[in-house]
């Protein structure tokens, strides 16, 4: 026999526990706008962080302008100038697109800060060595350039994992965002493997031929893949935006959609032309 206030229970009848309380809603909308306020200043962070690196990018452009020298080459003022827009661009498109994507704000706010970082170690990586007169990646000729070459080597792996990371989060659970945008995303951060696979297999066959002997023959064989590595790199930007500004129009649903399937074919087209590019010159 169990007694349960003031009454008796018949044996073998189990009394169930009260559950604890449920936190009140104050308490739970608090801590829901404490993460909400992390991941937005998380967001600064990367928007400013992009914004200076774009910055970079464009004055060092201004630098080439007043001091000339070779727009191409291992050693010139076109890498600070293109990594930095290039670095700067993505990170906000990142920024930007990520917060479409259906996964734990405290898992985005790290996965964003990290790239940050590691956007801006990459490019002042090469915008140091730019100033130093000396190739950034590739070089082993000391110990201090060797030091910064397998540094970017690790950021690159670095921006991998992270990027491919936002990439699975996106096919794992479909996108919030408007008509059109889903497909957008998940097509940009498949286009932008593309870009992550490329990048790897310039560095591997750089170092390959570095350790070799083959210097000259190193920076020669990143050309047939810069094409491509660099087309595919934006489509995480371009694709959504086309979905963004397609859905301030009045179009239906559905229109909306097939210009965004449309947008996907043509970048895709552009991506193959590059990919055959690429084949054609190795």
Excluded at 12 to 36: C, E, F, K, Q
Excluded at 94 to 111: D, P
Excluded at 163 to 184: E, N
Aim: with cysteine; hydrophobic share 50%.
């Amino acid at each position: 026999m169990q007694r349960r206030s003031g009454s008796r229970v018949p044996a073998g009848i189990a009394v169930t526990a009260p559950a604890p309380p449920a936190a009140p809603l104050p308490v739970r909308a608090a801590a829901a706008r404490s993460r909400w306020s992390t991941a937005r200043a998380a967001e600064r962070f990367c928007h400013a962080t992009g914004i200076a690196l774009t910055l970079s990018g464009l004055a060092h452009l201004v630098v080439f302008a007043v001091d000339g020298g070779p727009w191409d080459g291992p050693v010139s003022w076109r890498k600070p100038v293109t990594f930095g827009l290039s670095f700067g661009l993505t990170l906000m498109a990142v920024t930007w697109v990520t917060s479409y994507l259906r996964m734990g704000a405290r898992l985005r706010t790290v996965l964003l800060v990290v790239f940050a970082a590691d956007c801006v170690l990459e490019v002042g990586g090469i915008t140091l060595q730019a100033w130093r007169r000396v190739p950034s990646h590739l070089n082993m000729e000391t110990a201090f350039d060797t030091g910064v070459s397998m540094t970017l080597a690790v950021g690159g792996g670095v921006l991998v994992v992270v990027l491919t990371a936002f990439a699975l989060a996106s096919f794992r659970r479909r996108p919030d965002g408007p008509s059109g945008m889903p497909l957008a995303l998940r097509s940009g951060f498949a286009i932008l493997l593309v870009a992550l696979l490329s990048g790897a297999a310039m560095i591997a066959r750089g170092v390959v031929l570095t350790r070799t002997g083959h210097q000259t023959a190193a920076y020669d064989s990143t050309a047939p893949l810069k094409p491509l590595h660099g087309v595919s790199l934006h489509a995480v930007l371009v694709l959504p935006a086309v979905a963004w500004l397609l859905s301030r129009t009045s179009w239906s649903d559905l229109t909306r959609r097939r210009l965004v399937l449309a947008a996907v074919a043509c970048y895709g087209t552009a991506v193959a032309a590059a990919g055959g590019w690429a084949l054609l010159g190795l």
